[in-house]
């Protein structure tokens, strides 16, 4: 049986043929895609097959029940198997919640004058990994947003370049460390290894936009059930996430308490009638709904669907008004991408565009993976995103420090608060 620490094993280096799979656990789905590293397609994986189960054990970013959960995670890797005609051992695992968290950390080191070795980037890394507060939470990535070098400002990458003093500002990706090794030790009870944990934030992304959109910015907000999840990228990397501690689940949660019906009765309205668009054609349509009678029974009974849509659209609103928020309040907001991606299972609700357009008050397109075709009809839609990116997100070749540096310790360093002053400043004052 695997055990909560066979994570901190180094992965193995990719070979082509070797099978890869994901593993997506969400609040209402879990997912499973397995394919085989091929470096000659574009997205360094064939697709072999995948699976999916409806999640139990797992509500908003946390366990509740770990049988449960053991058993969907078990029955979605036997149908991507079973589909794929291949066993599989380990996992890429994509994890999200509420207390899935991003900071940023800076530090500066003195070159005297000499060129930016290899070295000196480790170093430099691991002194700005060492200010993060690892006590109870576990590092899952670590991008750099951006490098100065003297007066030089907004570097990429500083290797080869000559200078004087070296700063950079990394984007940390933490959770719980309970969190963590539970859903580990829940993931090896089904005889199943995780190679890496990647945020699902990050992966959706990585699954959902398209190289321009990484290269020169774009936000990815996954809707699920549970949280709604964004995360900026900036520069070619994930600078930013942020989550809003609602999703599809508070929508059908509305319906149910708002037409006095059960919640799978709710969710079934809100799939089929749905939309959160208010002012969308069609809204005088009558529908048919079912509501809870005096003896406890569903009944079938008319509405109108601008009814169903007055209880989804102020949901839909207050969930991007948390986001915009969010950007608003976020410490890279100077820098923070104009244009936003939708994806996830609660993106594919009519209207949902139109509502995310006019709250953020930018552009916004709706997102499916970006290897549809790899993945053909039965995955290639919204709720596969995560598990997609998951699948391709070692290919895409993001610089992740985390799984690099070491713990040096470095003279000359400025200290975590003086120096992201000066960063932000320089944000403000640049963009």
Known sequence: ??????????????????????????????????????PSSRSGFSFLGGGRQQSRGFNGGSITDMESLERSIRLAVEDAERQAGEQIDQVVLGITGPKVSCEFVATLTDLGGREVTQKDLKKL????????????????SAHPVLYRLDDQEGIKDPLGMIG????????????PKSLVRNLVECVGRAHLHVDRIVPSAVASGAGTLIDDEIENGAVCIDMGSGVTAACAFINGAPAWLGLVPAGGANVTGDIAQGIGTTFAAAERMKTIHGTADSKSSGLAERIEVARLGDDGRLNGCKMARGELA????????????????MFATCE???????????TGGGSLLPGVRDVAARVLKQPVRLGKPVEADILGESHANPVFSTAAGLLSYEFRGFTDVARAAGTTES????????????????LSENF
């Open 411 to 426: 003279r000359g360093t400025s200290g975590k608060g003086g120096l992201l002053k000066k960063v932000f400043h320089w």
């Open 332 to 342: 890279l907001k100077r820098i923070m991408p104009r244009r936003t991606v939708l």
């Open 310 to 325: 007055a209880i989804i659209g102020p949901r839909i609103e207050e969930t991007f008004e948390f986001a915009s928020k």
């Open 164 to 175: 004087d003093k070296l700063s950079v500002l990394l984007s940390v990706i933490t959770a």
């Open 1 to 38: 049986m695997a055990r909560a620490d066979a994570r901190l094993k180094p992965a193995k280096a990719a070979r082509v043929g070797q099978a890869i799979a994901s593993l997506d656990i969400g609040s209402s789905k879990i997912t499973c895609l397995i394919g085989r590293y091929d």
């Open 125 to 140: 890394h691991s002194v700005a990994l060492s200010k993060v507060n690892a006590k109870q939470r576990e590092i899952l």
